[in-house]
């Protein structure tokens, strides 16, 4: 996202493009393939503002969710992470996450399209999103765990 789009959806919600929320956009889309935090987030903004406060973190995120520039993501570890938007998606990728370091992993196809095309007509149901999560060991944790 660019700072004019970026700028004119702030201004459509009556909102300034401060310091604060450019700096939360820079560390996300700095950090497009992770799936951070808001303490994460925190962290990497107040290395280069470091007079931010976390609850100015908090609001930003809470308010670019609210404007759809970020998704939340539930990964069933009492931890809500955020991920840039993408306006090209219909639907949502899918994840990896590995249950020793507790990494996330994108797999960018979407693997479901025929499963959701089969229920639509069985049950006359229209989908129009849905959330699928693997979990297991990435390449390094097995490795590990065969080294011991």
Do not use: W
């Amino acid at each position: 996202m660019n700072t004019a789009v970026f700028k004119e959806r702030l201004k459509a919600q009556g909102c300034k493009l401060t310091t604060q929320r450019r700096s939360v956009l820079d560390v996300l889309i700095e950090h497009c393939d992770e799936h951070l935090s808001t303490e994460e987030i925190y962290a990497k903004v107040k290395k280069n503002y470091p007079e931010i406060g976390l609850a100015t973190v908090y609001r930003t995120v809470q308010l670019f969710e609210d404007m759809g520039i970020i998704d939340r993501l539930n990964f069933d570890d009492g931890c809500s992470r955020f991920e840039l938007t993408s306006n090209e998606e219909v639907h949502h990728h899918h994840h990896l996450i590995c249950e020793g370091c507790n990494k996330v992993f994108e797999v960018e196809n979407d693997l479901l399209e025929e499963i959701e095309s089969e229920i639509e007509n069985k049950y006359n149901f229209k989908i129009h999103d849905h959330n699928l999560m693997f979990y297991g060991h990435c390449k390094e944790c097995v490795k590990k765990m065969s080294d011991t």
